[in-house]
């Protein structure tokens, strides 16, 4: 999991109290207060039902962190001395916010780079191929000379493989080896 109920509460709160005076966010703190009691109340219920029926524990979670946050700002405001809460004045807040940033952005950089090697994973083919004995041993011969598998050799070969805009499939003369083709690709 990326976020945890922290991460999303700093955001959250971080959001809702840009502009809040300290009796606002005060508010918002006694609010968060009430939550975490009822939600708590619930978890010991034996039956959840309502708002906390789907996971009871996780909104328990996100309600504390919330409170935690909510009584954070509500400190930095008095300690600073400030009017109105302003992101960009807390610190701690501001450090929280570049950290999430970095986190989804490196996220969302592995999640492309999956997402390029499942493309590429699909494009991928995998044949069994009978040749005929006296291209099996040529093949076999090749490979021999060149220190590879047959089937090394035959995955080189396709590597070259070209296609006219008439249709013709060719392939232009190559030495196979180790640093060629396929198998440096791998």
Not at 83 to 107: C, F, H, I, L, N
Not at 141 to 170: C, F, K, Y
Request: proline share 4%.
């Amino acid at each position: 999991m990326i976020w945890t109920p922290e991460d999303i509460a700093r955001e959250q709160v971080r959001r809702q109290a840009a502009g809040m005076t300290a009796q606002q966010v005060q508010r918002a703190v006694d609010t968060a207060v009430v939550r975490v009691r009822e939600t708590l109340e619930e978890l010991r219920s034996p039956a959840p039902r309502g708002e906390f029926a789907a996971d009871p524990q996780e909104l328990a979670d996100r309600w504390a962190a919330l409170l935690t946050e909510w009584r954070r700002v509500s400190a930095h405001l008095a300690a600073s001395g400030a009017g109105v809460y302003d992101g960009d004045q807390d610190e701690k807040g501001s450090a929280w916010a570049r950290e999430r940033e970095e986190r989804r952005t490196t996220a969302l950089r592995n999640h492309a780079a999956w997402t390029e090697q499942q493309r590429e994973k699909r494009d991928e083919l995998c044949a069994e191929l009978w040749l005929g004995a006296a291209a099996g041993r040529r093949v076999r011969a090749v490979a021999a000379r060149a220190g590879l598998t047959p089937n090394e050799i035959l995955a080189q070969l396709a590597g070259r493989v070209t296609v006219d805009d008439d249709g013709a499939v060719s392939v232009a003369p190559f030495t196979p080896g180790r640093t060629a083709g396929l198998s440096e690709e791998r």
